[in-house]
């Protein structure tokens, strides 16, 4: 067993959560109403000076599209250069919501007055350890000044904290969390560079000998930022595998995990992998199953893998009084003290969407789709910006694994299937023909339609895989003696 996690605290994510929901046109003016307040709260209680100036500022501050006490092209170059660090911060680059973060001149003050109150008292502290003490307790003094600095919300100064910490320690359990905090800091200020730059670091240090929670931690953060940068396919076995080891609550709830891996796991495993993991897990089974199907994930007493098939209830026929509305999944975590209570969450439209693709209803997968785009895609920060792409490829997922089972299918068939129109479907269907993304065409010139499926065939697409690899090996050879030759002839 290694240490506790250490620098885990610090910055609260859910504040960055609270900003977007504040400038999310999606989101409802009750939710946006309940953000301003809890970012007041948060900045009162934890004396955020400089994140409240990043924020509300009338001149600096990323909620303000144009400057109140400025010219406006002063406070549009100051907004510029922090456009791509507030990109994954707020939902857009111009908010347009009636509600605002107010700007305190006083309130401000007084939060820097007791900052600087906090930096004299910890720089007494190192100055006192570096006389008397050792460099452990120096190390603890710089500790405390980095968890300041990403408390109060100062992205530069955080990270160069942290970074100095890193530096000057050789532990490798509080390196990793070092580490992990920083990218917490990128994922908190939409820093993706950062988090990329920071993930591929924590990897390195897990493997030359990071404990085992650590390791299970690792996979959670580096799963979420493959999220925010479209690898879902990659995120998605990440984001499984946490499930069943969760502790990371700094990074996210466990309802978020929960919505990140299956939604991850929907769009990119294939049929058999989807429903080992996603649609039989048994940690998913815990919160979209119903009835007696949770009741048994719960207990253990069924288990993930395709022999699970006989208990794997319908989401789409069970009666609407078996239903458990919402889940709370607080109790479901480890004993690490979580930086905000988990709310309620409605989990029925992740249900049907799961079960209706993988079991072929695809009228009811298009309707939980739509479900799932307003409660989950639209509100969720880390999702939002995929979230047109999202469902693109979610429509593709379903085409293709409804014509991939017919020679030829009537296109008035094919749109009652997916409770669409027949011009709906033809359009929809031929972006993705244009795009090479379905092997089919679609005849109109007779009746109301026909699909007819092109199946490639494997061994012929092999050969001429062999042939043009081959066509360009050659002449890559070719090239290759004719450079030899000249520099042959240079020589002579």
Known sequence: MGSDPQYA???????????????????????QQAAVKNLQDA????????????????????LNSVGEGGSNTAAAGRLGRKSSIAAGMIATHKPTTS??????????????????????????????????????????????????????????????????????????????DLVLALIRLGLFFGDKQLVQKTVERAKSLVESGGDWDRRNRLKAYEGLHLLTVRNYSGAAPLLLDSLST????????YSNLVVYA????????????FKSKVVDAPEIKAILGDGEDKLLALTGAISAGPGADASMQDADSA???????VVNLTTL?????????????????????????????????????????????????????????????????????????????????????????VDFLDRDLAKFIAAGRIPCTIDRVYGKGVIETNRPDDKNKQYQDVVRQ??????????????VRLRGSERA
């Open 43 to 62: 900045i009162t209680e934890h004396k955020m000076a400089p994140f409240y100036r990043y924020l509300a500022h009338p001149t600096e501050g990323v």
């Open 9 to 31: 605290k610090w910055p609260l994510l859910p504040l960055a959560q609270h900003v977007f929901t504040l400038t999310n046109p999606y989101a409802a003016r009750p939710a």
């Open 333 to 421: 975590g480890s004993s690490t003290e979580q930086p905000e209570a988990e709310m309620a969450v409605d989990f029925d439209p992740l249900a049907q969407l799961v079960s209706s693709l993988y079991n072929g209803r695809y009228k009811l997968f298009f309707q939980a789709l739509a479900l799932v785009e307003e409660q989950f895609l639209t509100q969720d920060r880390y999702l939002h910006e995929h979230k047109n792409w999202f469902i693109r490829e979610m429509r593709l997922r379903a085409y293709q694994q409804l014509l991939q089972s017919y020679r030829v299918v009537g296109l008035d068939s094919m749109a009652n299937d997916f409770g669409v129109t």
């Open 319 to 325: 009666p609407v009084a078996a239903r458990t509305a």
């Open 262 to 273: 299956v939604l991850a796991g929907s769009v990119s495993l294939k049929r058999v992998d």
């Open 99 to 176: 509600l605002s973060l107010p700007w305190d001149e006083n309130l401000y003050q007084q939060l820097q007055a007791e900052n600087e109150k906090e930096l004299e008292e910890f720089q007494k502290e190192e100055d006192e350890a570096v006389e008397k003490a050792g460099d452990t307790e120096i190390q603890a003094a710089k500790g405390k000044r980095a968890e300041f600095w990403a408390r109060v919300g100062d992205k530069e100064k955080a990270i160069a904290a942290h970074q100095d910490l890193l530096e000057k320690t050789g532990i490798l359990g509080t390196k990793i």
């Open 246 to 253: 969760f502790t990371s609550y700094e990074l996210c709830t």
């Open 470 to 483: 081959g066509d360009q090996l050659i002449t890559k050879l070719q090239k290759y003696g004719q450079a």
